[in-house]
């Protein structure tokens, strides 16, 4: 997870093909409120979101779709798997 951390600048963790986190890295950061990055990829992807959590990524998930068909539009509207 260092890689990802120093080399992206936003990530989407998905669990069973759903999205259960997305944001900017600084939002990913905040969203996990305190853990690094891999304790919170852990958390999201080995046990059920706390409330709090879900509260948070909710906004993020709807960001990072708005950012994603964007920039589809602005390639001219190519397909890519999320």
Do not use: W
Not at 25 to 48: C, I, K, P, S, V
């Amino acid at each position: 997870m260092e890689q990802v951390d120093k080399l992206c600048t936003h990530l989407v963790i998905l669990k069973r093909g759903s999205v259960v986190g997305a944001g900017t890295m600084g939002e990913m950061h905040q969203g996990f409120a305190g853990l690094d990055l891999e304790a919170g990829f852990m958390q999201l992807t080995e046990q059920e979101m706390p409330t709090s959590t879900r509260r948070v990524l909710r906004p993020l998930r709807r960001a990072l779709k708005r950012a994603v068909y964007r920039a589809l539009a602005a390639e001219g509207g190519r397909q890519k798997a999320v």
